[in-house]
């Protein structure tokens, strides 16, 4: 900057104004201070600029599984957002493992970031938060908490599933659900409890499943409850990844979708949508979870809020051919 204030004769102050854009500069000046910009392909230095100003223009996202079609449309979102207002992204895979989660935390803390949205891994964030040194807001999961979150509405989302089964006149509907007690996983399934309240069915526990959050494991749990002789008109998967590992799981055993067996998804990816036959599947609103917790973030950074109250978005039900009555 010293350099170009000499080359285009003004103060190394009027080069910056112009560089940031500050205005109390003329045109002309501006003309000259740009010219040679451009000649030497002067960028500015971001951690430099980070130390004067307190601030890095970055933000940290951490998701528990970037091969997830579902967290990878939040972060495209988040990052579509974060550009708007010139701030740039790094994104952590935690791998659903807390270990790498406060890793990736203190990693962010120490470069300098200006916030952090993130999916925990853990139930609770009690024993962490009291160490953030930046604001921090969770989305989908609510780490035993219900501030500064950005959640889908997970409860109906369970309900609408259940009760499009229901309406098709299943009566012996399998619920598939992450072993996990999230309060997304516990949410669903209440939803789930409920329409069965609502159309008056008894609930069978034994129809209750706990599986892992992947295709594979969710097609070799629905064989075995197939040859647990275990009996079900209809599947209600919490993922919609769970629910393509169930496709699979129940073609191999001769169980015709949805002849045979209706099933439903949950999250909306692009994978349901293709299947065949394409999955009955509640969709998020990934786009509007990225934009809300981008503004939420930003409205903690510039303002100093500390806590915002949860903020739930509607979910919609998308009918698809594996519910439909042949």
């Known amino acids: 900057m010293m350099d170009i204030a000499k080359m285009s004769g003004v103060s190394i102050a009027t080069v910056s104004r112009v560089l940031n854009q500050n205005g109390r500069y003329s045109a002309e000046t501006e003309k000259r201070v740009m010219d040679i910009v451009k000649k030497y392909n002067y960028t500015i230095n971001p951690n430099a600029q980070g130390l004067r100003t307190n601030h890095t223009n970055t933000v940290g996202v951490i998701i528990p599984d970037i091969t997830n079609e579902y967290f990878a449309q ?16 790094f994104v952590c895979d935690s791998n659903e493992d807390i270990k790498f989660e406060d890793y990736h935390i203190n990693s ?69 659900k992450d072993t996990n007690e999230f309060n997304t996983v516990n949410d669903r399934m209440n939803g789930y409890l409920e329409a069965h309240k609502r159309y008056n069915i008894p609930i069978d526990n034994e129809r209750i499943i706990n599986c892992k959050v992947s295709y594979e494991d969710a097609c070799e749990t629905i064989k075995k409850v197939i040859d647990k002789e275990i009996e079900f008109d209809a599947v209600f998967c919490n993922t919609d990844t769970m629910a393509l590992g169930v496709l ?22 692009r994978s349901a949508e293709i299947s065949d036959p394409p999955i009955t599947t509640v969709v998020q609103n990934t786009e509007k979870i990225g934009q809300k917790s981008v503004e939420i973030l930003m409205q903690m950074i510039v303002d100093k809020i500390k806590k915002t109250p949860e903020f739930i978005i509607p ?6 051919e594996s519910t439909k009555n042949t």
Not at 315 to 320: F, H, K, M, N
Request: charged share 30%; proline share 3%.
């Open 108 to 176: 962010l803390q120490t470069k300098g970031v200006d916030g952090i949205i993130y999916i925990s891994t853990r139930r609770s964030v009690d024993d962490i938060e009291k160490d953030f040194t930046v604001p921090v807001v969770y989305i989908d999961r609510g780490p035993g908490i219900n501030s500064n979150l950005v959640a889908s509405d997970n409860l109906m989302g369970g309900f609408l599933a259940t009760e499009e089964l229901i309406k098709r006149g299943c009566r012996k509907i399998l619920m598939i």
């Open 74 to 89: 939040i972060v495209r979102a988040i990052e579509h957002e974060l550009m708007k207002s010139g701030y740039n992204v």
């Open 248 to 269: 699979r799981g129940l073609k191999d055993r001769g169980r015709r979708v949805p002849e045979d067996v209706k099933l439903v998804g949950f999250d909306g990816i």
């Open 315 to 320: 979910v919609e039900l998308s009918v698809r």
